[in-house]
């Protein structure tokens, strides 16, 4: 089992900048990629950003340029700076991490991100 638990959601106006943290714990394997997930009332939650163990980064086309996905692997935590923030950003944000063998997959609870015009 891996527990996440996730910090740093908030209102911000457009054109601010938040940062996300997420910090697992529990049984940790060495193959995983962690990132962040969103979603927005009525919508399908969508990939944000995620950065593997090994370091391979993905990121959402609508936030490339913006946001920065970092990790800690010896800590493990993970964090998304978000910059030039726009009213399409609102949305609850999940921290994932993903278990690269099994492909499983375990949740944080969801933080707010609020971005008012």
């Known amino acids: 089992q891996v527990q996440l638990v996730e910090s740093g959601g908030g209102l911000v106006q457009a054109g601010g900048s938040l940062r996300l943290s997420c910090a697992a714990s529990?049984?940790?394997?060495?193959?995983?990629?962690m990132g962040w997930y969103r979603q927005a009332p009525g919508k399908k939650r969508e990939l944000v950003a995620s950065m593997s163990n090994g370091g391979s980064t993905n990121y959402a086309d609508s936030v490339k340029g913006r946001f920065t996905i970092s990790r800690d692997n010896a800590k493990h935590t993970v964090d998304l700076q978000m910059n030039s923030l726009r009213p399409e950003d609102t949305a609850v944000y999940y921290c994932n991490h993903h278990r690269t063998l099994t492909r499983y997959d375990y949740w944080g609870q969801g933080t707010q991100v609020t971005v008012s015009s």
């Open positions: 529990g049984t940790i394997v060495s193959l995983n990629t």
